[in-house]
């Protein structure tokens, strides 16, 4: 299976199963647009002759026996129409649990309005997360971790900082543990900025090898979506915390994340905004809601929205060419080999490697499905008492989903976020359509941006 488009000036073709990309010229995009890999080399030689004869575009014979010759190259080294990947092997995998979503508190200090947490407390009560269920958890992740030496721990909530003594105890207990077991645990932190100041930073900086900055864009984007518990605008005081942080951090391990509704479809302007802010690492992600929220995207939206992302990528490009480059962390794409196997097949590990611990303990396959009853795993105590549950998430991958087998996106969206496909379907194998048609166009405006990187070394 192959990928043909045309963006910026490029024409790109992708190998889907090799993930090999291509820069070619217009007599080959056209060739390849109608060339078959299941017909005898002499068949497509003339139907490529009589469709480009068709078309009104004179090409000499020498340049379209040269340009087939590249092709069929391509070909026998498995770099156009390589086969598809068997995962016999992938299917047997025991996958062990690597990382462990804490939620700190189930309490927040502001009221943004998409919040899929509430207002922070998981539609339930209001609570914080103690030392001793933080201990279990740190317990509970060596425990299950097998022969896995490097391991991660985010501290997420609600807002984490509204416990931050806790935070400091479970990362000091986990320092002395990971000694006793041969692990290495990544720290990482999620906040929303309300609460930080200079002596935080520097614990931050000292114990977490990440930490995501939740910020939307502009001022009015922001304060209209992520108001404090009294309504005003949290902008003003969050901005320059965070920008002295990204510094205090060479502007590296931290993103400042986003998220954009159908009340900003002109997001690109955040992203830019962050970026002219000084950030240096971005994020800012489409918003998932009910249809009946005035807020959530529509596929009407769709159009607006791709030619966002290609503005977006267009002025990415002139930035960088201008010494002003920056990351936007949905066009990072790695063209030499990308994620492993597993990941490319499965995703984040939702529900396997990757679980989320509310602040009594409770297990759930990821932070967006907790709350939700008919989810919960087990818990930090008694460890996974649901193994069909787990089992149901060990067995989505992209050759599970029908939707996906046709895509020619599947190995960089791995067949979608699980709890996306729930929220809006009401399983998790079924994907969330519109979600699909952002991923991409964004997997489009990414490679183009690497197509342009590598040609122009």
């Keep these: ?78 770099l156009l129409y390589a086969p598809a990947a068997d995962i016999e092997a992938l299917s047997r995998r025991e996958p062990v649990v690597k990382a462990l979503c804490l939620h700190i508190a189930h309490d927040c200090n502001l009221r943004c309005r998409y919040c899929f947490a509430g207002t922070g407390e998981y539609h339930g009560a209001r609570s914080l997360m103690s030392v001793d269920v933080g201990k279990k958890a740190i317990d509970f992740l060596i425990a299950s971790s097998g022969r896995r030496r490097n391991l991660e721990v985010d501290f997420f909530g609600g807002e984490p900082t509204l416990n931050f003594d806790t935070v400091k105890a479970i990362v000091a207990y986990g320092r002395a543990e990971e000694k006793k077991h041969n692990k290495n645990i990544r720290f990482t932190l999620t906040t929303n900025g309300v609460l930080l100041d200079e002596e935080m930073q520097a614990y931050i ?35 320059p915390r965070f920008q002295a942080l990204a510094e205090s951090r060479g502007q590296q391990n931290y993103y400042v994340r986003g998220t954009f509704t159908r009340e900003n479809l002109d997001f690109s302007q955040d992203v830019l ?21 005035p807020y959530a995207l529509q596929p009407a939206d769709l159009p607006v929205i791709f030619a966002q992302y290609e503005a977006l990528a267009a002025e990415m490009l002139a930035r960088k060419r201008a010494g002003k480059a920056f990351n ?115 997997t489009e405006c990414a490679i183009m941006l690497k197509a342009a990187e590598l040609a122009e070394l």
């Design 1 to 78: 299976m192959i990928h043909l488009y045309q963006q910026n000036d490029y024409n790109i073709v992708l190998d889907v199963n090799s993930g090999a990309v291509h820069v070619v010229d217009l007599l080959t995009y056209k060739i390849l647009g109608v060339y078959s890999p299941s017909l005898p080399p002499e068949e497509n030689r003339q139907n490529i002759i009589a469709a480009l004869a068709s078309c009104g575009t004179a090409y000499p014979l020498d340049e379209i026996e040269e340009a087939l010759a590249e092709i069929e190259s391509l070909r026998a080294q498995n």
């Design 205 to 239: 900086n000292e114990n977490m090898h990440n930490v995501v900055l939740s910020l939307d864009g502009r001022r009015e984007t922001n304060d209209r979506m992520r108001p404090k518990a009294g309504g005003q605008g949290s902008y003003d005081g969050i901005v």
């Design 273 to 293: 905004h962050l970026a002219d802010l000084g950030f240096r690492q971005v994020s800012v992600e489409p918003v998932v809601a009910s249809p009946d929220e």
């Design 328 to 442: 936007f962390f949905h066009f990072m794409i790695d063209l030499s080999g990308g994620p492993c196997a597993a990941k490319r097949l499965a995703g984040c590990g939702a529900g396997t490697e990757y679980l989320a611990v509310t602040p009594e303990g409770d297990l759930y396959p990821c932070h967006q499905f907790v709350g939700t009853k008919d989810f919960q795993m087990g818990t930090v105590f008694d460890g996974v008492t649901n193994p069909a549950l787990r089992s149901s998430f060990a067995g989505c991958n992209v050759y599970t989903k029908p939707e996906c087998g046709e895509c020619w996106a599947k190995f960089y969206c791995s067949g979608g976020c699980a709890a996306n496909a729930y929220h809006t379907n009401g399983r998790i194998d079924l994907p969330y359509q519109l979600g699909c048609e952002l991923q991409r166009k964004r």
